[in-house]
């Protein structure tokens, strides 16, 4: 849901950037935050108590696997 819900965002800002109409798209964003939160609202209810990260924790997270040190082959 997150990714279709920056891909709604990224479309959004493009129309805003060539000035176009965004109702559309701020409409279904809007929509998406709401049924997100729902979700969230939910889970809580069910139990649901550990830490949800905020996108800047995502962000900064860093989620890439470790790099293997390079070998240096000599000839």
């Known amino acids: 849901m997150r990714a279709e819900?920056?891909?709604?965002?990224?479309?959004?800002?493009?129309?805003i950037r060539h000035d176009l109409d965004s109702t559309e798209s701020?409409?279904?964003l809007m929509?998406?935050?709401?049924?997100l939160a729902a979700l969230v609202a939910e889970w809580k209810a069910a139990g649901g108590s550990e830490h949800?990260?905020?996108i800047?924790?995502?962000?900064?997270a860093n989620?890439?696997?470790a790099q293997k040190p390079k070998t240096v082959t000599h000839r």
């Open 5 to 15: 819900m920056v891909r709604v965002a990224d479309a959004m800002h493009d129309q």
């Open 56 to 60: 800047q924790e995502r962000l900064n």
């Open 63 to 65: 989620n890439r696997p």
């Open 52 to 54: 949800l990260p905020t």
């Open 31 to 35: 929509a998406m935050r709401k049924e």
């Open 26 to 28: 701020a409409l279904q």
